[in-house]
């Protein structure tokens, strides 16, 4: 979707909107910690995200990449920035229809600062000399299939001193066919007003974002400010003085003052404002909360998974629980399929699941940070305490859990804990839920006005001598069912159809029921092959003979994986009953 037309939208609404800026790091693991922060701060409901493209086009390729997996596997709407530096027509045509085929309709076009060891920009051989000749192209090429956003200056871009002349530029670009305006950053408001005043009167219509850097240490923002030669006011200056070899205070102030423009620019009719993050979450966040704007639902929620935005899944509304915490290896597994769940979830005859071989199963960790997590366990108990300080945020994940728990199994979390110390070890759950409002903060998702529902639900491995009491217990309440396998495919289930079983629904009005999320035979045997192999990647960090490796080895080749549904959603404690003791209502633990 073109972001334009969400900025449009949001203004006709009237209420306030934001964005988030985020550049490319340089370590495959920065990428994968970048990946994990851009899908929390997506729960703050921007508009759209940008990935911007590093002076001299030397991170294209990654910007390319990111671009298609945020779109593609995490949802985000995403702007790509493309620049003139260092980057003949050839390679701009290539990096468009990359865009295009990750389902990005999104362009900020640029001219770019000149390639690193060089004062002065040049065009390079067939390439283009101006954004303006950048975003014409774009418009020749593509006709309206792109959005485009181009780059204001309040100050006057740094390579012309001609104010006037920066403003005819700019709306040389929007008469060319940019959509909206991001600015520069800035600290002087008043400066900001007056500049917009002036790009209306010169007859720019366009929407004009602010572009906001929150202040993280004084240091890096006089660093800044003098590259890109900005005007700071006075008091500003004035009030970091006594505090800038304090860099916690100093990211307060910055907060602060960013809150101070935000509610100044707000008062005086701007709407919309871009963050440039840093890659960093904390102060951004912190601006949103205390500004007390709150997203609409349907934009930060608008399933209880993050839909896809790759083309070919657009109308993709129906997933399998087994994936909640491992987004992307469904989407791989998944991607050879000609189409995709909607409305409802295919039969048994539905296209396969990748196999492992065809991407591989790996830990997101580096061998070094999971042994600081996870240790050197040397026995069982060993292994269900740390999954036990998983489920109370001592540590923040296990191998199938890439981040902390979700806010929704917050509160059944105390609950989880005591599972795990009986010896069930649980890795995806999730609480029932009688029909509260989609725009409910815990548990909506959806259009707004209507109500979802969800049954307890949770999945966990198990010892053989501990299955068959748990199986024993389940038989007992008709409102469990269960699928429970091993590593070698031994499959034991009382359900009585293979077809699938809808753990989330939601009613809205003017809709068919949406069911999102389901539990089913054939896509569980596809995942319990992925899970099994988690513990044994997870052995893998420690050397081959060794007591941990060796543990946890015997737990993948011995237990089993446990699916279980309470289907009565409006009990919250049946699901929970079947772990309370064993038959002979002893307590049913290891320590």
Same mark, same amino acid.
């Given at each position: 979707?073109?972001?334009?037309?969400?900025? &449009?939208?949001?203004?006709?609404?009237?209420?306030? $909107? @934001?964005?988030?800026?985020?550049?490319?790091?340089?370590?495959?693991?920065?990428?994968?910690?970048?990946?994990?922060?851009?899908?929390?701060?997506?729960?703050?409901?921007?508009?759209? !995200?940008? +990935?911007?493209?590093?002076?001299?086009?030397?991170?294209?390729?990654?910007?390319?990449?990111?671009?298609?997996?945020?779109?593609?596997?995490?949802?985000?709407?995403?702007?790509?920035?493309?620049?003139?530096?260092?980057?003949?027509?050839?390679?701009?045509?290539?990096?468009?229809?990359?865009?295009?085929?990750? %389902?990005?309709?999104?362009?900020?076009?640029?001219?770019?600062?000149?390639?690193?060891?060089?004062?002065?920009?040049? =065009?390079?051989?067939?390439?283009?000399?101006?954004?303006?000749?950048?975003?014409?192209?774009?418009?020749?090429?593509?006709?309206?299939?792109?959005?485009?956003?181009?780059?204001?200056?309040?100050?006057?871009?740094?390579?012309?001193?001609?104010?006037?002349?920066?403003?005819?530029?700019?709306?040389?670009?929007?008469?060319?066919? =940019?959509? $909206?305006?991001?600015?520069?950053?800035?600290?002087?408001?008043?400066?900001?007003?007056?500049?917009?005043?002036?790009?209306?009167?010169?007859?720019?219509?366009?929407?004009?974002?602010?572009?906001?850097?929150?202040?993280?240490?004084? =240091?890096?923002?006089?660093?800044?400010?003098?590259?890109?030669?900005?005007?700071?006011?006075?008091?500003?200056?004035? #009030?970091?003085?006594?505090?800038?070899?304090?860099?916690?205070?100093?990211?307060?102030? %910055?907060?602060?003052?960013?809150?101070?423009? +935000?509610?100044?620019?707000?008062?005086?009719?701007?709407?919309?404002?871009?963050?440039?993050?840093?890659?960093?979450?904390?102060?951004?966040?912190?601006?949103?909360?205390?500004?007390?704007?709150?997203?609409?639902?349907?934009?930060?929620?608008?399933?209880?998974?993050?839909?896809?935005?790759? +083309?070919?899944?657009?109308?993709?509304?129906?997933?399998?629980?087994?994936?909640?915490?491992?987004?992307?290896?469904?989407?791989?597994?998944? #991607?050879?399929?000609?189409?995709?769940?909607?409305?409802? @979830?295919?039969?048994?005859?539905?296209?396969?699941?990748?196999?492992?071989?065809?991407?591989?199963?790996?830990?997101?960790?580096?061998?070094?940070?999971?042994?600081?997590?996870? /240790?050197?366990?040397?026995?069982?108990?060993?292994?269900?305490?740390?999954?036990?300080?998983?489920?109370?945020?001592?540590?923040?994940?296990?191998?199938?859990?890439? &981040?902390?728990?979700?806010?929704?199994?917050?509160?059944?979390?105390?609950?989880?804990?005591?599972?795990?110390?009986?010896?069930?070890?649980?890795?995806?759950?999730?609480?029932?839920?009688?029909?509260?409002?989609?725009?409910?903060?815990?548990?909506?998702?959806?259009?707004?006005?209507?109500?979802?529902?969800?049954?307890?639900? !949770?999945?966990?491995?198990?010892?053989?001598?501990?299955?068959?009491?748990?199986?024993?217990?389940?038989?007992?309440?008709? *409102?469990?069912?269960?699928?429970?396998?091993?590593?070698?495919?031994?499959?034991?289930?009382?359900?009585?159809?293979?077809?699938?079983? =809808?753990?989330?629904?939601?009613?809205?009005?003017?809709?068919?029921?949406?069911?999102?999320?389901?539990?089913?035979?054939?896509?569980?045997?596809?995942?319990?092959? #992925?899970?099994?192999?988690?513990?044994?990647?997870?052995?893998? !960090?420690?050397?081959?003979?060794?007591?941990?490796?060796?543990?946890?080895?015997? !737990?993948?080749?011995? @237990?089993?994986?446990? *699916?279980?549904?309470?289907?009565?959603?409006?009990?919250?404690?049946?699901?929970?009953?079947?772990?309370?003791?064993?038959?002979? /209502?002893?307590?049913? %633990?290891?320590?």
């Amino acid at each position: 979707m073109k972001v334009s037309k969400k900025v &449009q939208k949001a203004m006709e609404e009237g209420r306030p $909107f @934001w964005s988030f800026e985020y550049f490319p790091p340089k370590t495959q693991q920065g990428v994968q910690n970048l990946y994990d922060r851009m899908q929390r701060m997506y729960r703050l409901g921007p508009e759209f !995200i940008d +990935i911007t493209w590093n002076a001299g086009g030397s991170s294209s390729q990654l910007t390319a990449e990111i671009t298609a997996t945020a779109q593609s596997v995490y949802g985000l709407e995403t702007v790509m920035h493309l620049t003139c530096t260092n980057m003949p027509k050839e390679k701009i045509v290539k990096a468009l229809e990359d865009a295009k085929a990750a %389902g990005c309709q999104n362009i900020l076009a640029l001219r770019g600062d000149p390639p690193r060891g060089q004062d002065h920009w040049e =065009a390079c051989e067939n390439g283009f000399c101006h954004a303006v000749d950048l975003v014409r192209y774009i418009r020749e090429k593509y006709d309206d299939y792109f959005g485009i956003s181009v780059a204001g200056y309040p100050e006057g871009h740094i390579d012309n001193p001609d104010k006037d002349d920066d403003l005819r530029r700019l709306k040389e670009k929007v008469d060319a066919g =940019a959509d $909206f305006i991001v600015t520069q950053l800035f600290y002087d408001v008043d400066l900001f007003l007056d500049w917009v005043k002036k790009c209306r009167a010169i007859g720019i219509t366009c929407p004009i974002l602010p572009g906001l850097l929150p202040i993280q240490n004084y =240091a890096g923002f006089k660093r800044i400010i003098t590259l890109s030669k900005t005007t700071v006011p006075q008091f500003v200056m004035d #009030e970091l003085n006594p505090i800038k070899d304090d860099d916690a205070a100093v990211k307060e102030y %910055g907060i602060k003052l960013a809150i101070m423009m +935000i509610q100044k620019m707000y008062s005086n009719g701007i709407k919309g404002f871009h963050f440039y993050t840093m890659n960093l979450e904390r102060s951004t966040r912190i601006i949103l909360e205390k500004l007390q704007f709150v997203a609409p639902m349907e934009n930060a929620k608008p399933l209880p998974w993050s839909p896809s935005l790759s +083309i070919k899944r657009k109308k993709e509304n129906v997933r399998p629980i087994f994936w909640r915490n491992r987004t992307k290896s469904y989407i791989q597994r998944t #991607e050879a399929w000609d189409e995709f769940p909607n409305g409802r @979830w295919g039969d048994s005859r539905s296209p396969a699941f990748g196999e492992l071989d065809g991407y591989g199963v790996s830990l997101k960790h580096t061998l070094e940070e999971a042994i600081e997590l996870w /240790g050197h366990p040397q026995s069982l108990n060993d292994i269900i305490e740390l999954f036990v300080k998983y489920c109370r945020g001592e540590i923040n994940s296990l191998p199938w859990s890439d &981040q902390s728990l979700a806010e929704e199994t917050s509160v059944i979390k105390d609950r989880l804990a005591h599972i795990n110390s009986l010896g069930y070890l649980t890795i995806n759950s999730q609480p029932a839920v009688n029909g509260v409002r989609s725009d409910n903060k815990m548990f909506g998702w959806g259009p707004k006005n209507g109500y979802v529902y969800q049954k307890a639900y !949770i999945e966990v491995f198990v010892p053989p001598s501990k299955l068959d009491i748990l199986v024993a217990k389940i038989e007992r309440d008709p *409102n469990i069912t269960y699928y429970a396998v091993n590593k070698q495919g031994d499959l034991k289930t009382n359900t009585q159809s293979d077809g699938p079983n =809808a753990v989330t629904w939601g009613v809205f009005p003017g809709k068919e029921i949406i069911q999102p999320t389901i539990v089913e035979a054939v896509s569980f045997m596809a995942w319990k092959d #992925e899970a099994f192999e988690l513990w044994n990647e997870w052995a893998r !960090i420690y050397e081959a003979q060794s007591i941990s490796a060796k543990l946890i080895s015997s !737990i993948a080749d011995n @237990w089993y994986l446990i *699916n279980i549904v309470h289907n009565d959603f409006h009990d919250n404690d049946g699901i929970f009953q079947i772990f309370q003791s064993n038959v002979n /209502g002893q307590a049913n %633990g290891i320590y």
